[in-house]
């Protein structure tokens, strides 16, 4: 399935890539930084793409992490995975955290994160006087076993 999301660039976005799949059967758009910075250790950032997108309604854009950077520097997004949502209109930015051990050097025009368009789906609540009953009822957080 293909969506088509309108992309304005954002003056500091100037010359750099746009999301792109690195194969045909990617899932996520790889995107880079628009700037350049040092994580270090245990620090946030959120890292400006230059871009900003238009999502169709009914949709939202996931940002993950890349496990690459995950694996060899322990760089990830914090609130992965981040949401857009299809009424936001400002920069597209990525929360990176450095949970490794050494300072992580973010150079512009690196890909620092993947996008992932999804379908949402939105609910009303129904507030009601009890629920029905099930086999697992209040049981969780482990209590099937480990
Ligand atoms: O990784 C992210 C996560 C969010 N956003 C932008 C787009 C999103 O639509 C908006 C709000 O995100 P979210 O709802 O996760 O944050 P919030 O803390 O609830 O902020 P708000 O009160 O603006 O909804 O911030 C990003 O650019 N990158
Ligand atoms: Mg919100």
């Known amino acids: 399935m293909t969506i088509r999301i309108q992309l304005s ?3 500091h976005g100037e ?13 996520g758009l790889d995107i880079c930084a ?5 994580l ?4 946030r950032h959120a890292v400006a793409t230059g871009f900003a997108i238009a999502i169709p309604p009914g949709h939202e854009v996931q940002v993950r992490p890349r496990s690459g950077l995950a694996l060899k520097h322990g760089i990830t997004c914090l609130n992965t995975p981040g949401t857009i949502d299809a009424d936001y209109r400002g920069e597209v930015k990525v929360i990176l955290a450095n ?10 025009g690196e890909r ?4 992932v368009p999804a379908v949402v789906t939105q609910a009303v609540f ?3 006087d009890a629920l029905d009953d099930t086999d697992r ?3 969780g957080f482990g209590s099937t076993g480990r």
Do not use: K, M, N, W
């Open 15 to 27: 010359g750099l890539p746009l999301p792109a799949y690195a194969t045909a059967h990617a899932a």
């Open 112 to 115: 620092i994160a993947q996008l």
């Open 137 to 139: 009822g209040v049981g």
């Open 99 to 108: 949970l490794g051990s050494d300072p992580f050097e973010v150079t512009r």
């Open 9 to 11: 660039r954002l003056p």
């Open 126 to 128: 129904d507030e009601v």
């Open 40 to 43: 270090a250790p245990g620090a």
């Open 34 to 38: 628009a700037e350049s910075l040092t």
